[in-house]
């Protein structure tokens, strides 16, 4: 598939969308430091991505975050996102930190689809439902991908399949219309000079 159009019996069957991080959620870059002994990082999130992630919320669909990396950022992002399945394994085991999430919803992959970019995605992409490759993904990865975005992580890739995902299901135009509506109602609104 090209990422053009997604099957709607396929888009239907998802309830979970789960993604990787570095190279999906971000553009694989990282920035570490050290200040007075303390180590910190930092990752670059793409704020349109971040808005498709709250139209799947609005249709109803359950975000997941699956990252092989342990990193403060990837929680507050998770945070302000209001997605509250996350697994992060320092070894890079995220086939098992997803089972084990999906096995709490009483879920199987037959529900979820996957957006990935590297090596340590393909155990989950063999198994999911529905496999996506962002735009930068390797070459093995994007030739078991279902879903080929022409984006790359980082810079609008999870919107892109966000967008793809709630055309097919039928959502996107409601999706679009409740989020604009949500915005349109006046109140006051703190403004500081």
């Given at each position: 598939m090209s990422g053009a159009r997604l099957d709607p019996a396929v888009a239907a069957r998802v309830r979970y969308v789960a993604f990787d991080?570095?190279?999906?959620?971000?553009?694989?870059?990282?920035?570490?430091?050290?200040?007075?002994g303390a180590r910190h990082e930092f990752k670059r999130?793409?704020?349109q991505d971040g808005l498709g992630i709250y139209f799947l919320r609005l249709a109803g669909l359950?975000?997941?975050?699956?990252?092989?990396r342990v990193s403060v950022s990837v929680e507050l992002r998770a945070r302000e996102l209001g997605i509250e399945h996350v697994a992060q394994d320092a070894d890079a085991q995220k086939l098992i930190g997803l089972r084990t999430i999906l096995d709490k919803l009483h879920l199987d992959m037959e529900h979820v689809?996957?957006?990935?970019?590297?090596?340590?995605?393909?155990?989950?992409?063999?198994?999911?439902?529905?496999?996506?490759?962002v735009g930068n993904a390797v070459p093995e990865i994007r030739d078991i991908a279902q879903v080929r975005l022409t984006k790359h992580g980082g810079r609008g890739a999870i919107r892109e399949f966000c967008e793809l995902l709630l055309r097919a299901r039928g959502q996107w135009d409601e999706v679009v219309h409740r989020y604009v509506s949500e915005r349109s109602v006046e109140r006051r609104t703190m403004v500081t000079s």
């Open positions: 991080v570095d190279g999906v959620l971000t553009d694989g870059g990282i920035y570490l430091g050290d200040v007075d999130y793409d704020i359950i975000p997941i975050i699956v990252t092989g689809a996957y957006v990935g970019d590297d090596f340590p995605d393909l155990a989950i992409l063999r198994r999911v439902a529905l496999p996506v490759a």
